[in-house]
Nanobody
């Protein structure tokens, strides 16, 4: 079992930046992919970005391309999400997740493929 703990959320004004971190512990080498998802009130959870742990290949939702960067530090078992040029529509609870499934560009954002989830960290962007 993998335990995931997110940090780094907060409140910023539009145009600002935040860096989210996700510390992983436990059976971490069982995961092939890790990702960031977000869920706003009344909306479904959606994929923001994911990364192939071994190759480092990133995947992004169209809504965040060019603004967000996902990265991982395998030595520290930590996943990051650098968020720049934040918009009010980025406001949501952000979750870190890990998958034991070998995903690709067409499946990385599917919630059901991720079997371990963190508790989430709130990001609020004001206009």
């Amino acid at each position: 079992q993998v335990q995931l703990v997110e940090s780094g959320g907060g409140s910023v004004q539009a145009g600002g930046s935040l860096r989210l971190s996700c510390a992983a512990s436990g059976y971490t080498y069982s995961s092939y992919f890790m990702g960031w998802f977000r869920q706003a009130p009344g909306k479904e959870r959606e994929g923001v970005a994911a990364i192939n742990i071994s190759s480092g290949t990133p995947y992004y939702a169209d809504s965040v391309k060019g603004r967000f960067t996902i990265s991982r530090d395998t030595a520290k078992n930590t996943l990051y999400l650098q968020m720049n040029s934040l918009k009010p529509e980025d406001t949501a609870m952000y979750y870190c997740a890990a998958s034991r499934v070998w995903l690709d560009g067409g499946s990385w954002s599917m919630v059901n493929y991720y079997n371990n989830w963190g508790q989430g960290t709130q990001v609020t962007v004001s206009s």
